[in-house]
């Protein structure tokens, strides 16, 4: 990798990590119990930019307190529903007023190029907040004829309420931080809930500074409380605390599974967006460079580290070799470089550790017979770079098929005819997105209800908005995320009948 001219980092940005880092507990912030800190590596060079309080049970149990008491005194749970409103749309001002700088923290933090984190991150996280504060005034229950048959001459006034369902822990991964804090943020606050934050270890700096923005904005204290530390201690802490009603978390499968497990023992309700394999059909009518195109975006968009990457293409005979020659020469072509760099397409992953792992994935591919048709490698450091990879020659059966990997590497399966191609994108634990690449209507028309996922795109991948639910089926999780959705995510519903005869 050539060193090239970067962005020069904004005074703010600077003075935001030279400053101590604090967690939000209550309205104040705080240094870990312990007095441990935990180092924030900058991907693209290994440094150490920052270091971040630690957090223990004993700091999850006072950020829990805070929510509790927020909650059951009532400062938010009964703000009028304008207020919360107002308040939300205040925040969604400062993030975009400080989008740059929240920019430049997601990129030293996480290696994602900046201007990608400016125009997608940040301002995708402003507008959830904006699209969540709407959701705050049009909350509503129904009001039920009831007809008892058993009780005569009776006169029932019958309804529903929603009601915020509580405190809420809010467990979240590395690869979107501010996007993920605000998509369990923010439907939080629409609601009435109050919540405790817990970033990914990997990448807490953008959760703080969101943390500063809220209180800026005016929010009461305690409503939102933001703690740093690793999932295993803090994490786990969270997800089996008892005083906790909801825990909304997205990650891996298997910590899923370990986290709701921890929340089921206290009946404490969960949403849980896990991981995926997803499936990119390309269908034989296609334009070569068009599906290439999308092809190649869908993997390769974030470094890979996306969970409804469309990490398996299954391509029509007809024209494998001329999508897959096309995708292999966008692949070496695109230049991967540090996020600060303008020029750069693809940045480091996260992680010393993430790089092991997907280095790890990719030399298994090799070992069960894949053939790279570009990339492969990993860069020599420092930084946690490697180069976009196509894997061909893949079978159904191997691990870098069947796994997440999590990283800029597709693998590519030739079919010949429609039913092959359902049968093998359906065959995975995973149900989170899939793609399909055609301009035949009914083909496509007839795919879709084939296709068990909970997001089908068209000549389109990973797309998200605010007011479409998202989330997957079988191992990818239950419960969904955004649109009118969420709202039942975070509210319990109370049946109410009132007997006037
Ligand atoms: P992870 O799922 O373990 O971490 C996600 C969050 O969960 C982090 O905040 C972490 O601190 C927390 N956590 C971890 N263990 C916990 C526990 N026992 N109790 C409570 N919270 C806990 O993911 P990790 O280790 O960062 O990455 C490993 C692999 O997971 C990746 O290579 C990737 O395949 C997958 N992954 C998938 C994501 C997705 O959105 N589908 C996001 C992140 C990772
Ligand atoms: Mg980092």
Redesign the pocket.
């Known amino acids: 990798m050539e060193t090239n001219e970067t962005f020069a980092l904004l005074d703010a940005t600077r003075a935001f990590l030279a400053k101590p880092k604090k967690m939000l507990i209550g309205a104040e912030w705080s240094d870990a119990a312990s007095g441990r800190q935990l180092d924030v590596v900058n991907p693209a060079d290994g440094a150490v930019i920052a270091r971040v309080p630690e957090a223990d049970e004993r700091d999850v149990q006072q950020a829990v307190a805070a929510a509790r008491h927020a909650f059951d005194a009532g400062p938010w749970r009964n703000a009028k529903t304008t207020d919360r409103e107002r308040l939300m749309l205040v925040l969604a001002d400062l993030i975009e007023v400080n989008a740059r700088e929240l920019a430049e923290i997601e990129s030293l933090d996480n290696g994602k190029p900046v201007i990608v984190a400016q125009a997608l991150d940040v301002a995708m996280a402003a507008q959830c907040f904006r699209y969540m504060a709407g959701w705050a005034t049009k909350i509503e229950g129904s009001v039920i004829d009831a007809g008892m048959p058993y009780l005569l001459g009776s006169e029932i006034f019958a309804y529903t309420r929603k009601e915020p369902v509580g405190v809420v822990g809010a ?5 979107f931080p501010l996007l993920m804090a605000a998509w369990k943020i923010a439907p939080s606050l629409a609601t009435g809930c109050t919540v405790v934050l ?5 990448t807490p700096l953008s959760a703080l500074r969101l943390g500063e923005l809220i209180q800026a904005a005016g929010f009461p204290d305690g409503v939102v409380n933001i703690v740093t530390g ?3 201690t ?3 802490a ?2 089996r605390d008892p005083r906790i009603d909801k825990i909304a ?4 499968t ?3 599974k ?2 709701g497990h ?1 929340a089921l023992d206290n009946m404490t309700r969960m949403s849980l ?4 394999k997803s499936p990119v059909i390309v269908l034989p009518d296609v334009d070569l460079d068009t599906a290439a195109q999308g092809v190649a975006n869908a993997i390769f968009f974030n470094q890979g580290q996306v ?1 409804t990457a469309g990490s398996r293409a299954y391509i029509h005979s007809k024209v494998f070799d001329g999508v897959i020659e096309r995708v292999a020469k966008l692949a070496a072509n695109l230049k991967i470089g540090p996020g600060m760099d303008p020029a750069t397409q693809i940045g480091p992953l996260v992680s010393a550790k ?1 790089l092991e ?1 997907v280095c790890g994935y990719i030399d298994s591919g090799f070992g069960e017979g894949a053939r790279a048709a570009a990339g492969g490698r990993a860069l020599d450091g420092p930084g946690f770079f490697v180069e976009p990879t196509v894997l061909v020659d893949t079978t159904q059966a191997m691990r870098v098929v069947r796994e ?3 990283g800029p590497v597709l693998v590519a399966m030739p079919f010949d005819d429609v039913d092959t191609a359902v049968r093998l994108a359906n065959d995975t634990p995973y149900g989170l997105g899939a793609s399909i690449w055609s301009n035949d209507l009914a083909a496509i028309h007839k795919l879709i209800p084939r296709i068990a996922a909970g997001t089908v795109w068209v000549n389109c991948h990973s797309l998200l908005d605010n007011a479409l639910p998202f989330g997957g089926m079988k191992q990818s999780g239950f419960g969904r995320e955004l649109g009118r959705a969420v709202i039942d995510q975070y509210t319990e519903s109370k049946s109410v009948m009132m007997n006037y005869a």
């Open positions: 467990i979240i991964p590395w690869n817990k970033p990914a270890e990997d690793y999932g295993h803090a994490g786990a969270l997800s978390f997205t990650g891996s298997q910590t899923g370990t986290i921890a967006e896990l991981g995926g969970c993430q792992r997440e990997i999590f």
